[in-house]
């Protein structure tokens, strides 16, 4: 088991040009969350899938960010157009089954975006 | 008032010391979850409870539901268990939402 994946490490942008974050759930993972953790603000919710579906998307702070599951193997954060704001760092986790928060979390290394 | 409120912030301690962790929240909860950050900055879930307690190697997790609060102990401290240890709840109505504590940063002196 290769564990939730991310990609990349780290990514260092422009303030304007588009980020794009990518994740691998553990296979046979059923739900997907997209974290950001700022010195500021800690760790927060940005949205959530359950297979493949947006649950809870309240976390996304504006229409810049957009994430998207096209299927049970991978999914994608996009930042368009990027600001020094965005700068924190990403993490994407997944668990095993649906349910009311019973389901242990796995989480990515994260990526640490700085936005100059 | 932040739902989820961890004590104490910071705590250094000397290795081979007695380790309390204490959370406390304010919404009724689904699951609560202890959460383990090392300096690269990868997190680890430890435990996950709704009631009672856990116990893996030296690390107990304990939680009152009653109470709304929750203690994570460390037995036998060890540098290597130097991390910010964070909480977090699932509140009761159903869905996967995690609430975040601020997080203790422990230092275990060798």
């Known amino acids: 088991d290769a564990g939730v994946i991310q990609s990349p490490r780290h990514e260092v942008t422009e303030m304007g040009q588009e980020v794009t974050l990518r994740c691998k759930p553990i296979?046979?993972?059923?739900?997907l969350f997209w974290y950001r953790q700022t010195m500021m603000r800690g760790l927060e919710l940005l949205i959530y899938?359950?297979?493949?579906?947006?649950i809870d998307d309240s976390g996304m702070p504006e229409d810049r960010f957009s994430a998207k599951m096209p299927n049970a193997s991978f999914s994608t954060l996009k930042i368009q157009p990027s600001e020094p704001r965005d700068s924190a760092v990403y993490f994407c986790?997944?668990?095993?089954?649906w349910g009311r928060g019973n389901s242990p979390l796995h989480f990515g290394n994260g990526t640490r975006l700085t936005v100059t | 008032k932040n739902e989820v409120e961890q004590s104490p912030q910071n705590l250094t301690a000397q290795e081979g010391e007695f380790i309390t962790i204490n959370c406390s929240y304010s919404?009724?909860?689904?699951?609560l979850h202890w959460l383990q950050q090392h300096p690269g900055g990868g997190i680890v879930s430890l435990f996950m409870?709704?009631?009672g307690k856990k116990k893996h190697g030296r690390l107990i997790a304990t939680i009152n539901i009653q109470e709304k609060h929750s203690s994570l102990h460390i037995t036998a401290s060890h540098p290597r268990d130097s991390a910010v240890y964070i909480c977090?709840?699932?509140?009761?109505?159903?869905?996967?939402?995690?609430?975040f504590g601020t997080g203790t940063r422990l230092t275990i002196i060798p």
């Open positions: 296979s046979g993972h059923n739900s």
């Open positions: 919404v009724g909860i689904s699951a």
């Open positions: 409870l709704s009631s």
């Open positions: 986790a997944s668990s095993p089954k």
């Open positions: 899938f359950n297979n493949n579906v947006p």
């Open positions: 977090a709840v699932t509140a009761n109505f159903g869905n996967e939402k995690l609430t």
